[in-house]
């Protein structure tokens, strides 16, 4: 049979990453968004290059990686700089997501294809996969876990939110939303009704 195609999105900092791992406890294969434009974005691809042209050298490191927390900086709260990073990155990453999709559907070894990512909606990925879950809570919850996690100010959370789609707009458009405000438990058991549900239906 083959796998399903899920998309695991939501608002920044409400735990898309501990869903993910209980997806992957349910054998599950998880594609990371995030770690696959961090791959494109190694010294010297095609979009490093095209990073620095744009944003300058200041967004390194010594070693001349990508500092992304110095990019994500310089863009939130600048929608033409954000824009501008999107159109940059987001192409490369997404032909790369679908090349892993048919491989791994190929291979036919796992019950279900998981694509963690953040922007899904936005970035139209969400047409690579069958279904997709959100991950949400509530906006001051997802702000003291952002403050928590990433030692920004307020304002950065705020700005950091912002730039996403709104969270109710996601949830909207979610065959399966999974609220995360309750305890690891409560979300895990959540995760496992849906499973049965979505992957291990008839």
Known sequence: MEPVVIGLTGGIA????????TLKSKDAIIIDADR?????????SPIWTKLIAEFGREILNPDNTIN????GNMVFGDGYK???LNSIVHPGVIEQIAGKIRRYKEEGR????????PLLYEVGAEKLV???????VDRQTQINR????????PEQASQRIEAQMPLEEKVARADAVINNTGSRRATREMVYDLWNQYVERG
């Open 14 to 21: 409400c735990g898309k990453s501990t869903v993910a791992r």
């Open 36 to 44: 696959e434009s961090k791959q494109l974005m190694k010294a010297g």
């Open 68 to 71: 992304r927390r110095r990019l």
């Open 82 to 84: 954000l824009k501008k």
């Open 110 to 117: 796992w019950p279900a294809i998981v694509l963690d990512a």
């Open 130 to 136: 069958d279904f997709t879950w959100v991950v949400a």
């Open 146 to 153: 952002l403050l928590a996690r990433d030692k920004i100010t």
